[in-house]
């Protein structure tokens, strides 16, 4: 059965068969979608467990049309999810399904399924409240860095081909403004334009790469602030989640992903744009934290473009939005017609606010390198 996030069905009753197959500890009371992301299905089920306790799971659908090698992404999750969970507590943990499997395919539609334990006690936020809540979500994110740097079993697979490849991103857009399948390039000049004029951006973080200033590490790749789960008492960042894209990157990829979430002033899809810019304290935050748990880990390079990172991925993001838009809205999740527009607006007004702020960001880092002597 083919199920969608919002058509409002009886959530129990569709997914019962799937959590059916999982070894859930009870039988499943009640089901609901859950969470913001863009390209899953995730949905939280409640269940009776052993001797009335109540236990929760997170159910997900896998979108294959993203990841197209679902075994090879289980596989890598699996690794990771084991190595975690020797280190820390509360970790992400994949519930198997009856056959000891980590993922089920429905045979009838193709549809792919995975379960986790359901971390309790911890939450997410779309949006940093304070300095505080954004050094917790960095070192939660260095911790998971610094973790994996030890990860067993070789390179991990690439879900995602070229996923934090900039420059490719970049043709990919330039490739849609050409075809303008769906007519609206015309109304996008602008945006076509600020990206255009970045093209030389792209191939910063890959140059560096390519000249080896910078190694390729494990990493998460989508290091968004709702992919950090923070403690409900104490406010600590406890458990990194949405494991699908971890695999080789850079630590920069991860860097820049948490400043262009967690270090500004407003969400990613704000339709008035003007509100979006670069919030300098949270900023401090995020470099504070990062360096607390992954200092030891990352290089000279790394560190001088920590600011830059984050312009690196707001650019990503708004061309992967722009694109999609010009292709008809055919990747993420929109709830509106417009929404990828908005993103995309919203991401290029962040990158605007960074290379206002650049000097501004490189003294932080090194007031906060001198000040932890780094
Ligand atoms: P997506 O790929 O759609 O972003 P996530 O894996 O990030 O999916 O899950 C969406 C949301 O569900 C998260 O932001 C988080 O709030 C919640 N969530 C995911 N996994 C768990 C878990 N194991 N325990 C508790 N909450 C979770
Ligand atoms: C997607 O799955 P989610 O919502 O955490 C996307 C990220 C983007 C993000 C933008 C696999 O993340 O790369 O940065 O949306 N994930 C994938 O919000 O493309
Ligand atoms: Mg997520």
């Known amino acids: 059965m083919s199920i969608s996030a919002e058509s409002g069905q009886d959530w129990q009753r569709v997914l019962a068969p799937v959590a059916a197959e999982f070894s859930l500890d009870g039988r499943v009371v009640d089901a609901a979608p859950y969470g913001h992301g863009h390209i899953n299905e995730t949905y939280v089920l409640n269940c009776d467990g052993a001797g009335g306790r109540h236990r929760r799971y ?132 602008d945006e076509i334009a600020f990206a255009f004029a970045r093209e030389a951006d792209t191939d910063v973080l890959l140059g560096l790469l390519a000249r080896g200033e910078v190694d390729e590490r494990v990493t998460h790749n989508d290091t968004k602030i709702n992919n950090v789960m923070l403690d409900d008492a104490t406010g600590r960042g406890i458990a990194v989640i949405d494991l699908d894209t971890v695999m080789p990157g850079l630590a920069l990829y991860d860097f820049g992903e948490l400043v262009r979430t967690a270090a500004s002033s407003t969400v990613e899809d704000d339709p008035d744009s003007s509100r979006m810019r670069v919030q300098l304290p949270l900023f401090r935050a995020l470099v504070a934290g990062y360096l607390e748990t992954a200092g030891d880990v990352l290089n000279a390079a790394e560190r001088a473009h920590l600011g830059f990172a984050g312009k690196m991925m707001a650019l990503e993001n708004g061309m992967r939005f722009l694109a999609d838009y010009l292709q008809g809205d055919v990747y993420y999740r929109i709830r509106h017609p417009r929404h990828n527009l908005d993103r995309c607006r919203t991401q290029f007004a962040l990158v605007r606010s960074i290379e206002q702020e650049t000097r501004a960001m490189e003294r932080i880092v090194q007031e906060v390198e001198n000040r932890i002597g780094a």
């Not at 699996?78 to 980590?102: E, I, M, Y």
């Not at 740097?149 to 420059?167: K, N, V, Y």
């Open 58 to 189: 997170v159910l997900q659908k896998i979108n294959h049309r993203v990841f197209r090698q679902v075994p090879a992404l289980m596989e890598n999750v699996q690794r990771v999810c084991t190595h975690l969970g020797r280190k820390s507590p509360r970790s992400l943990a994949l519930v198997p399904t009856d056959d000891g499997g980590s993922v089920w395919r429905n045979g009838a539609t193709g549809d792919w399924w995975r379960c986790y334990d359901f971390i309790e006690g911890a939450h997410t936020v779309d949006q940093v409240a304070n300095e505080a809540q954004a050094r917790e979500a960095a070192r939660a994110f260095g911790e998971f860095q610094s973790q994996l740097a030890d990860l067993p079993g070789g390179r991990l697979h690439e879900t995602i081909p070229r996923f934090h490849h900039t420059r490719s991103r970049f043709e990919a857009l330039r490739a849609a403004v050409v075809a303008d399948e769906c007519s609206r390039a015309g109304e996008v000049r």
